[in-house]
């Protein structure tokens, strides 16, 4: 990733899930790995919803706008299946939760045009207004800030030189935090994707679906499985697997997200054994497919904070 990485970019693929009413929070507390009963106006949280084994369904940023109503911006892929899936345990909450999309514009800001946007600003995560746009902290690529920028729909996009979709999720891969979407859904426990680490597990919280197995994961030592970065000259794709030169015939993880590199090939998040990511070589798609160049992420991990 080079300082050319600047401007602003159209996210269409994301979507938005709205919910409302007087229970949202508490019901998400119920629901998701984040604290959002504690979330306060103009904050975000990474969150993640789980099976009752721990193994992630989604992922969202989510925004609280107001008393009683808060939005998930997620992958668009699964939005559907997640919003049928989640509406199930509503029950007798007061909340409503719809596909709300089509209500708000989504773009991605870079480098130089987010210093403009949002001069002020903290870190990741961290929520400042716009206008009407609140411009969400997203974690840096190799140094270079990036934001997320959500406004009503109708909004005049942000004002910045024009950033390719490509470029955009190229930094997305660089900054080491992967979204979950249909390839690896029911894949990964969330610190497979070190989201304990960059903000998306709250261990002090109470119970959520698969509360057990994420805690146990953390504190028990069973954790066996992180987030790395990875680089191909040959495309990769979420879902490929990826194999140890210390058995060919078994795999040791899974290409989380990926896209074509800046500087040429291709760049992903890998979940893959600890182990494995230590020596010998890894390989993708087969014992004996391209090499991986293999990088650790580019943050702290929790344990090493």
Known sequence: MSDALTGVTHLPHLGVI??????????????LTQDFEHLATGQARLAAYCTPKGRMQASFIGLKLADGDIVLVMSADILPATLKRISMFVMRAKAKLRDATAEFSLYGVAGD?????????AGPWS????GNATVIGLYPADGIARALWLAPAGTAAPVGPALSL???QASDIRSGVAMITAPIVEALVPQMLNYESIGGVNFKKGCYPGQEVVARSQFRGTLKRRAYL????EAMTAGDEVFHSSDASQPCGIVA???????GGWDAIVSMQITAAQDGVVTLRSGDGPALVIEPAPYPLLEDI
């Open 18 to 31: 709205r919910v409302e009413g007087a229970d949202a929070a508490s019901f998400l507390q119920g629901q």
């Open 127 to 130: 929520a400042t207004a716009s």
């Open 166 to 168: 490509e470029a955009w």
């Open 257 to 263: 997200q990926a896209a074509p590199s800046a500087q």
């Open 230 to 233: 990875a680089h191909s000259q």
């Open 113 to 121: 045009a987010l210093a403009d946007i949002a001069p002020t600003r």
